[in-house]
């Protein structure tokens, strides 16, 4: 693949976006856990926010934190590389949240070029409670050189996926799946909704929401290791490495990667649409 040099900007690293500031209602976790077909009760009364929902506060300070280091022409470029969630605590009705981002670093790989973006979401006593670790990849951009702080790893190893999994979930995205979840999660991008301008971006169609795709796989891992309980989850993570298509269905497959602390088990995870990977280097960590 030939790749276009392209400056990015080390003066944008480390550089807080402007807070933004997020009031939590029952009724916009209620509907975000309708819009990825959550069945988990508490998450659909609203009484407690499912783990990517984590994501809604922090969607709009992304972006631009991402765009102070790479320029902004390379926006439409831009898709999803991974995403990796520290969680403190889970979000509740009536939280007050204020939440910030800044590029951490940026790496030029064979492909593209990645920005690392950090983000935190503090409650109203100025209490962490949750880190988010993001990775922008634009496709056919080469930054050159890899500066900064990198998100941490949390690569599968391949043997892990050879054994039998502890666990297998079979789900389905519906067809207007894309339409229930932008205006659930805020997130407005057109390839998830405009067949056309999908496909000018040289995807066949639309294509789900990645973080749609994610959030799915974390009511599976909850309902398979935690009862439901949001409240064990301290950390979600995966790559993205296929976009997943409307009325397409998918599985899950977890394996137990044992206790990496004393008090906490973890699982790896790989979601695949028949024999394709769309998601990879699944980690999920509960809780004892």
């Not at 807070?19 to 508490?42: H, K, Q």
């Not at 790496?107 to 973006?117: E, F, H, Q, R, W």
Request: hydrophobic residues 45%.
């Amino acid at each position: 693949m030939t790749l276009t040099a392209v400056a990015f900007q080390d003066a944008g690293l480390d550089k807080w976006t402007d807070d933004l500031v997020f009031e939590v209602t029952a009724e916009r976790i209620a509907e975000y856990a309708a819009a990825t077909n959550d069945p988990i009760e508490a998450h659909l009364k609203g009484e407690v926010a499912s783990p990517v929902f984590a994501v809604v506060p922090t969607f709009f300070s992304m972006a631009p934190a991402a765009l102070e280091v790479a320029p902004i022409e390379l926006l439409m470029k831009l898709v999803h590389g991974k995403q990796d969630f520290h969680f403190h605590r889970a979000i509740r009705p009536d939280d007050v949240l204020t939440c910030r981002s800044r590029a951490t670093g940026y790496a030029s790989l064979s492909t593209g070029s990645t920005v690392t973006v950090y983000a935190e979401s503090r409650d109203a006593a100025g209490e962490l409670v949750n880190e988010q670790w993001i990775t922008a990849f634009f496709r056919g951009a080469d930054a050159g050189k890899t500066v900064g702080e990198q998100a941490p790893t949390h690569e599968l190893d391949p043997s892990v996926t050879a054994t039998e999994p502890v666990a297998v979930v079979d789900q389905h995205i519906d067809d207007d799946q894309t339409f229930r979840y932008s205006p659930a999660s805020g997130d407005p991008m057109p390839i998830h909704l405009d067949d056309e301008v999908a496909r000018m971006s040289g995807l066949p169609g639309i294509i789900n929401h990645g973080l749609c795709t994610m959030a799915f796989t974390s009511w599976a891992a909850l309902t398979s290791f935690a009862d439901g309980d949001v409240a064990k989850l301290r950390r979600f993570a995966v790559r993205f490495a296929k976009p997943v298509l409307p009325g397409e269905d998918m599985t899950t497959r977890f394996w137990d990667l044992g206790a990496p602390t004393g008090d906490s088990t973890a699982y790896g995870f790989e979601t695949t649409v028949g024999d394709e990977a769309v998601l990879r280097d699944g980690l999920a960590v509960f809780d004892n």
